[in-house]
């Protein structure tokens, strides 16, 4: 493939006066640019609008997570968690805390399990709530959609807040249970939010599906044969978007996830139109989770009074440890020699892999649409780079 | 209003009743200028999403003229440093600050951009991006709340306005001597060369602090359980 001149047009297709041959544009998109989502950086090689060839650049947030944790107690990496993925800091804690729970064979008890799912389908919620915003925002909608949207999340950062002490960075989750117990009206409160989500779900629908530019950029953009991301080892919302039903809650139905009925939405082409309904459907399915884990929530201690915090050495072994997080399978490898700190501690982030195929979703796209589709992937450089 | 040459402050105000308004030419321009900061769209990691939400309808940016965030570094003169700078986006982060238009002013929010925060002792993380660019205002915190930024942009506005455009002490932007621009690092197999920039930021000279000649080795640590 010659890089730098681009194939002749078929005789009679060329769009313009077809000078013979046209040279390609090479163009470096970020680190610094308003629709990467933090730093990641594109090489795109156009011809004309239309993109080539497309080489992602990482590591410009490589904080060195993983090798940090492994100089450091178990437990000291929990806050570590957190700022993986920080939009998602609870359901991080969640894969973490799991993980060490099998490597240590530790139990959780009933009222701490309801917590752990409460607080992951409220993080759901407000990741697909951001999502949304800055979705449309890559579309040009900047603004509008991620003002509603924020304004939503904040209300599930108050619930987050007024329980961990942090908007963001909650390193609530201890390994046999959670941190503390709810504070007096959390509960209720937690209900208020639930209750006004759909209302919410409601407005942001008939904003967003009958807006026909928005189905004009999104429909049969970015599509990708459902082989092909089984085959990339994509997960979470962007494989059911292309029809293939694969949910952790359902498939592991770790923590009590069998307790509760709900639904696994699917969309049929897995262009950026499914993904985005993906999203706003699976809101309504945690708001169903939400609603009986709300009304069930057991009495008891919220933390196995077995677990130790200090001194905690698990016994030698291996454990991989995998959640559903918003983002796809978030999953966690560690090797423990029993000595106080992890031998190996590996992260297996959803974000990096759901980007393995971007390329071949953005080659013959416009360069217009990379952004969506980068968007519609929904990357978080912290958990990316890590 | 520091420098109202001859008139004092009891005439000012009588005038001003009178619908006469009596100022000094550097207390407007500083005025103008502290309520119409542009700052950089330039997020590096979570402070950023803290930082999007100060200016999202509860926290409200705007209401301190703080909230055209621009993502061109031309038109842009805040600087906003949200998020860990790492070894390898330490030369954008400088370069992008080279490439803003006097005056600009720097603010290194959240505990990463102070000193590395709780990456600090990685091997790929930048401690601090006070040593290569002037920072005017730190935001501590991990990540600082929106009202801290908030409060980092009011207390930078009330820097402004007090700044002088002329003689002794003037501000950065207006001193020949200050630089516009500082040397880009070069990011290379043995980390960031130079580690720092000598005329912004020295190695604590305390003897009892902990050793940091800023270079890129990482101290073996014992871990204690």
């Known amino acids: 493939m010659n890089l730098t001149r681009a194939a002749p047009w078929p005789a009679g297709t060329a769009p313009f006066a077809d000078p013979g041959e046209t040279e390609l544009l090479e163009l470096s998109l970020g ?8 730093v990641f950086r594109m090489n795109a090689l156009l011809d004309g609008e239309t993109v080539v060839r497309l080489q992602p ?62 607080l992951a389908e409220l993080t759901r919620l407000q990741n697909h ?61 937690a209900r208020l939010v639930v209750d006004s989500y759909p209302g919410f779900l409601d407005e942001m629908e008939q904003l967003l599906t009958e807006n026909e530019i928005l189905r004009a950029r999104t429909m049969g953009i970015g599509g990708v044969e459902a082989k092909r991301l089984v085959n990339a080892g ?39 139109y499914d993904r985005l309904m993906i999203r706003l459907l699976e809101m309504r399915e945690s708001l169903n989770i939400l609603d009986s884990a709300l009304r069930d929530l057991p009495e008891g201690p919220v933390i196995n009074p077995q677990a130790k915090l200090r001194n905690f050495r698990p016994p030698a072994g291996e454990a991989y440890g995998r959640i559903e997080s918003p983002k796809g399978e978030l999953g966690f490898y560690l090797i423990s020699d029993q000595s106080p700190q992890p031998y190996r501690y590996r992260v297996r982030p959803p974000s990096l892999i759901n980007l393995t195929l971007l390329e071949e979703m953005c080659v013959g796209a416009k360069i217009a649409d990379v952004m969506v589709i980068l968007g519609s992937i929904d990357i978080v450089l912290g958990e990316v780079d890590r | 209003m520091t420098t109202m040459g001859t008139t004092d402050e009891s005439l000012r105000q009588d005038l001003a009743r009178r619908g006469v308004h009596v100022t000094s030419l550097e207390s407007l321009y500083n005025w103008g200028r502290a309520h119409s900061l542009w700052p950089l769209q330039f997020g590096l990691a979570c402070c950023a999403i803290e930082m999007i939400a100060a200016t999202m309808a509860r926290h409200d940016l705007a209401r301190f003229g703080a909230e055209v965030f621009r993502p061109s570094p031309r038109q842009a003169d805040l600087m906003i440093v949200a998020g860990t700078v790492t070894k390898k986006m330490a030369p954008m982060v400088v370069r992008l ?10 603010i290194a929010m959240g505990a990463c951009a102070i000193s590395g925060g709780p990456f600090r002792e990685g091997y790929n993380v930048l401690r601090g991006i006070d040593r290569y660019l002037p920072v005017d205002l730190y935001i501590p915190g991990c990540p600082p709340r929106p009202e801290a930024l908030l409060h980092g942009v009011i207390r930078l506005q009330e820097l402004i306005r007090g700044e002088k455009l002329s003689g002794p002490g003037r501000s950065r932007a207006a001193d020949p001597a200050v630089p516009g621009e500082y040397p880009i690092p070069n990011y290379g197999p043995a980390g960031l060369r130079p580690p ?13 602090a902990a050793p940091d000649d800023g270079s890129d080795a990482v101290t073996p640590r014992e871990t204690t359980a």
Request: hydrophobic fraction near 40%; glycine fraction near 8%; aromatic fraction near 14%.
């Open chain 1, 31 to 38: 680190p610094q640019h308003p629709s990467t989502h933090g």
């Open chain 1, 57 to 118: 650049v990482f590591g410009y947030l490589h904080r060195n997570h993983e090798q940090l944790a492994e100089r450091m107690s178990y437990l000291a990496s929990m806050p570590f968690t957190d700022r993986l993925d920080y939009f998602c800091s609870l359901t991080n804690n969640w894969a973490y805390a799991l993980t060490v729970e099998k490597l240590a064979g530790l139990e959780v008890p009933e009222r701490a399990e309801y917590l752990r799912v409460i």
């Open chain 1, 129 to 189: 709530t951001v999502f949304l915003g800055f979705l449309l925002g890559d579309m040009g909608a900047w603004g509008s959609v991620l003002m509603y949207g924020f304004r939503q999340r904040d209300a599930v950062l108050d619930l987050f807040e007024a329980l961990t002490g942090s908007r963001m960075m909650c390193d609530y989750l201890r390994f046999g249970g959670c941190r503390c117990d709810l504070p007096p009206g959390w509960a209720a409160a």
């Open chain 1, 234 to 272: 994509v997960s979470g919302p962007l494989l059911r978007a292309a029809g293939l039903s694969h949910d952790l809650r359902k498939v592991d139905r770790y923590g009590i996830y069998d307790r509760f009925s709900f639904r696994i939405p699917l969309g049929e082409k897995g262009d950026v």
């Open chain 2, 97 to 106: 600050y080279n490439q803003m238009a006097n005056p600009k002013y720097v």
């Open chain 2, 196 to 208: 720092f920039n000598p005329d912004l930021w020295q190695p604590p000279s305390d003897p009892d």
